[in-house]
Nanobody, 116 residues
């Protein structure tokens, strides 16, 4: 079992920045991929960014150049630095971990609202 706890969401004006953090606990040795997804009401959860244990990253086209994902394995943390935020980035952001045995785990989500 892996437990994920997000923090860092909130309200920010367009053009502003936020940094999301996710702390993993439990069977952390089994984690391969970690990342972030987001969801707005009435839509499917979508990939924002993921990072592998080797440091390879993948981003949604809509956030490339604005968001940066990073990982600190000794601290079992994954971060999402979000710059130049747009109203379209408003969503609940979920931390995600995928283990080597093929099991996916999700955090409880943190709300990000971009509005003036």
């Amino acid at each position: 079992q892996v437990q994920l706890v997000e923090s860092g969401g909130g309200l920010v004006q367009p053009g502003g920045s936020l940094r999301l953090s996710c702390a993993a606990s439990g069977s952390i040795f089994s984690i391969n991929l970690m990342g972030w997804y987001r969801q707005v009401p009435g839509k499917q959860r979508e990939l924002v960014a993921v990072i592998s244990s080797g440091g390879s990253t993948n981003y949604a086209d809509s956030v490339k150049g604005r968001f940066t994902i990073s990982r600190a394995d000794p601290k079992n943390m994954v971060y999402l630095q979000m710059n130049s935020l747009e109203p379209e980035d408003t969503a609940v952001y979920y931390c995600y971990a995928f283990t080597r045995s093929g099991i996916a785990y999700w955090g409880q989500g943190t709300q990000v609202t971009v509005s003036s």
